[in-house]
């Protein structure tokens, strides 16, 4: 096991009507605020009336900006920064999911910082200060209610990059009624629900030795969301199969399950080229991604995918050609997908190998010039793993 | 699953040698502080002059108290109340395990409390904000290291009670170096391991409906003590199953995994009797309480025990006779403690019937009149598992 530290400090508020108390615990920070929202279903379902209703009664003040996309806008944060610098706003509500929080995040960073807000997503700066972000949840998958992570897309360019600060970015209260999430559509269920298992997976890839307590903790989240979002396919409205879903969603990012291990992200990297040149939803892009990345590097630990697939998905251990056990899991997660009406294959998706090389190059455009830790891709591999998901 | 809040800021600082860092993270706080340990194996060691040496390169300053036993006792708490309150020292330094951390906990919350400390153990009041804590963990049992919760035991009438106040009493930063865990015998790391199974077990069985995540949680971090615990104690030196320990000692009570269900801890109700009249070391006498309390409750709900039984301990799922796989489980987890040298029966303790009732008697005296949730132990039921664990 590997050093580490680890804090979080989110206040996490899990239950029935719980957006009724965001209020109260607005009003402890601020009285002036940033309301931040996405397309409007927050809108259509009242839920952002009930925010408000309940900020009016704490006292606190808003001022409204909505419209936040999936791929969330480096243009819409700019924007956010300069209303809360203008009307003197000092904490940002995001009511929504992994996007409306993600871009919260860049805001709350950007308004006390002198230069570019971008900046802190190409590396060239670190937030050493950030507004406080609340969050009212309504979709699990991105697991930012209680990250230090936000990953925002520059439209000049379609750059998707992300900014990890866990000293300053974690939010300080995160309401999450999963009754909220029962009005998602079943694909947007399943897209988060892939999300929520890359997550996992990222992590649970890894060359860090002697990690079998955390390994055992990813192994069990992997299995609740694989129990659970059938159920809630099969009956969207089964609100107690919803909650678990909900929660596996927040503790699958809060960096927990990670510790003392070093993850992969190479899946997370390259599916944001994907979804940066095409728009893609970021959970339907690491359903294509994802299993195509375990094939090229499953010969790196046979063992490490052999325990997977037996441990998560059930498949019989075979000792004598555990080559065959850990493909097996490999199969089976792919099946899990395509069950759950995710694409993958780029084909489902209408992407071709048109920018196959634009992409690779871009995502291996960092200094490091590879993107993974469980095995280094540059981008011939890149390219390879592209053709795998064709 | 049950709605919950959950919030714990601890910031776990986890790797070999963590302990040089206890000066810059204590001057955060203080420059005046109550350095408080046990019967001096951190002294011996030679861990104590590493903490002074961090704490003076720190500008720190320090009042020693040593001395707390297992068990700790109110008198000793008194004494570091009025030590703080004298020397006007505003942070308490935990250097130990469960003991001293709950000790330092009870002084920290009696500090700035008008009345006597044993007010909040009692129930008769409640802490409305306490001294911050620091701690240098030093035995994997407790988890009182990010845990809010402190059990003190007043000489006075052999009473041992606990108290939780997740609010005040988490320490604000706690180091975990697992090197530090390698001179602990393997009979004192057997303990501690009981008692983290405890806390699992206290945890996972519970009359909450839908917990399907958190049941595997608590599955997962069950088996990591199983799978490690003997590695540690064929080989104590073995540092890497003890980190895989430590962790899952930390895990096992900072109560993330209890979220949305109710725990039992009847077991821990009626230990702290047992231990309070005979001043038994707390995971021993829960090695021997606990078997005793499953088969006196495990009807309540076969299917859960049948669970645990196939999920925790591999036994075969028998649905046929499910009971059977249940009672299996029992029996495992006995064998467990029994090779690993912990005494499952009460005459390995030297306890006879005598005090049976006055222990029931004083499980029970609270208002409620019975322990446990999962099922709700009067005295009389107290007796029969006593005379179960004989």
Not at 10 to 17: H, S
Not at 53 to 61: D, K, M
Not at 138 to 152: D, F, K, L, Y
Not at 290 to 315: D, L, N, T
Request: glycine letters at 8%.
């Amino acid at each position: 096991m590997d050093s580490f530290i680890f804090q979080n400090a989110t206040k996490i508020v899990f239950g029935k009507g719980v957006e009724t108390q965001v209020g109260s615990l607005t009003a402890e920070k601020s009285h002036k605020i940033l309301l931040h929202w996405g397309r409007g279903s927050a809108k259509r379902s009242g839920l952002l009336d009930r925010v408000k209703s309940s900020l009016s009664a704490s006292g606190v003040t808003w001022i409204e900006l909505g419209g936040v996309q999936p791929n969330p806008r480096l243009s819409l944060v700019q924007e956010g920064i300069r209303l809360c610098r203008e009307q003197q706003l000092d904490f940002v509500l995001a009511v929504g999911g992994g996007s409306v929080i993600d871009s919260a995040k860049a805001i709350a960073a950007g308004v006390p910082y002198a230069g570019n807000v971008w900046d802190f997503y190409l590396g060239k700066a670190v937030p050493s200060r950030a507004l406080p972000v609340g969050c009212v949840l309504t979709i699990p998958a991105a697991g930012s209610e209680s990250s230090g992570s936000s990953v925002i897309t520059n439209e000049d360019g379609l750059l998707k990059k992300g900014l990890t600060c866990n000293d300053h970015l974690r939010p300080v209260f995160s309401l999450l009624n999963p009754e909220l999430t029962v009005t998602l559509s079943v694909k947007d269920t399943a897209i988060g629900a892939a999300d929520i298992m890359s997550h996992l997976m990222e992590r649970y890839f890894t060359n860090s030795m002697h990690v079998d307590f955390s390994d055992r903790l990813l192994e069990a989240t992997m299995q609740s969301v694989i129990h659970n979002l059938p159920r809630v396919l099969n009956d969207p409205q089964n609100e107690e199969a919803r909650a678990e879903l909900m929660w596996t969603g927040t503790l699958a990012h809060n960096d927990l399950f990670g510790m003392g291990r070093v993850g992969d992200w190479a899946s997370h990297d390259i599916e944001h080229e994907l979804s940066a040149q095409y728009d893609l939803p970021h959970g339907a892009g690491l359903a294509i991604v994802f299993p195509a990345w375990m094939k090229y590097v499953y010969r790196h630990e046979i063992s490490r995918f052999a325990q997977w697939a037996h441990r998560v998905w059930g498949v019989e251990a075979d000792f004598r050609t555990p080559e065959l056990t850990a493909l097996e899991g490999i199969h089976r997660l792919e099946k899990f997908y395509q069950q759950a009406g995710l694409p993958t294959r780029l084909s489902e998706v209408a992407v071709n190998d048109k920018y196959f090389d634009v992409m690779a190059a871009k995502a291996t455009s960092s200094d490091q010039k590879t993107v993974g830790q469980f095995v280094k891709l540059d981008q011939k591999a890149i390219q390879a793993i592209f053709k795998l998901a064709q």
